[in-house]
């Protein structure tokens, strides 16, 4: 099957009690058991739900994963799923992960003796040259936030192959439709499928998807121990979300190519950081590992006072902190996803003042444009 049939179909899709085209919400929190020597598979809803299990066997499929484990969050995902590392174990991390997953990593799991090396995941050799004895992962985002670098999926995967040690891939820009880390050679995807795999600005939930039947196997008893799965209701609306995904990101991305173009030829523009530019230093890369550049992108503006204009008068794209909804999301890293960042150590990794980031949903582009204009001067 191609994705746009596995987006509909990859899944259980018809209900065997009664026929329904979908999985119905199971609100519930416990079930009856019959022997006491033996329970059956669904006992307490914190373990199993079915329609949480629904959501997790599309996602897997979609991924190319022999498991999905659907989460409360996409922090709830890389939270747990770094619960599989123990005290004394080194990561390797891309210095501009998620502003999350980076919070967690140096305040909570080094505080457990959980350590991480940030590296500019751009240059393989850097990335090899912080592998320690006691290193057992690269944890990777790619393209990453807010500048879009990319880093080569294939090529970090075989360091981690050579080291003996596990690649964890944060896909929520690309999602599965553009591009599948465990097809590359990556052993865990994570997600937050708050953002275009749901796609409508209704839902927090994550996704940690693997390849080897073992790490999910690990996961998931953190994810069960923990308590921290996807409730009924928002596996439900997020299996409504998916099954639109291939054409949403489809027209997005035909949205944000008509929208970059006009703006590198704006004279307030000075830069557009986007991986389908040719220009984009990672532009070669990201062909030989996705399907499509996406439809988020970065721009800087000639000033303060074009930036600041730009994003409290633009009506069309909401500005907001998140990305991936059916409307288009304008937020400004600097104050929003890097505020907790110094100045200084902000600017040298080129998120200045300056920089705007667009998600680009299903608006006709004209008025997208035509909005970006007025507010912009
Ligand atoms: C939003 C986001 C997360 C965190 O997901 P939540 O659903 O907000 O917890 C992680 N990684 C990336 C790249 C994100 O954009």
Known sequence: MKLATKLIHGGPTIDP?????????????????????????YDYA???????EALEETIAVLESGTRCLAFASG????STTLMIFSPGDHLVVCDDVYGGAYRVLSTIFSRMGIT????????????????RPETKAIYLETPSNPLLKVTD????????HRHGIITLVDNTFMTPYLQRPLELGCDIVLHSGTKFINGHSDVLCGFAVVR????????RYIQNA????????????????????????????????KIVTWLKAHPRVTAVHYPGLPEHPGHAIHNAQADGPGAVFSFELDSYETTKRLLENSHLAAFAVSLGGVESIISYPARMSHASVPKEERERKGITDTLVRLSV????????????????G
Do not use: W
């Open 17 to 41: 009690q009664t026929g329904a085209l979908g999985v119905p919400i199971y609100q519930i929190s416990t079930y009856r058991q019959t022997s006491v020597d033996h329970f059956s598979k």
């Open 116 to 131: 991480s090396t940030f590296v500019d995941a751009t240059d393989l050799a850097a990335i090899e040259a912080a592998v």
């Open 75 to 78: 922090m709830a995902a890389i």
């Open 153 to 160: 999926l294939r090529g970090a995967a075989d360091i981690a």
């Open 226 to 257: 923990f308590g921290t799965g996807l409730g009924p209701q928002d596996s439900f609306l997020t299996l409504r979300g998916v099954k639109t995904l291939k054409v949403r990101m489809d027209q997005s991305q035909l949205n944000t190519l």
């Open 361 to 376: 949903g299903l608006e006709d582009p004209d008025d997208l444009i035509a909005d970006l204009q007025r507010a912009m």
């Open 212 to 219: 080897n039947k073992e790490l999910g196997q690990r996961i």
């Open 46 to 52: 914190r373990g199993d739900n079915p329609t949480r």
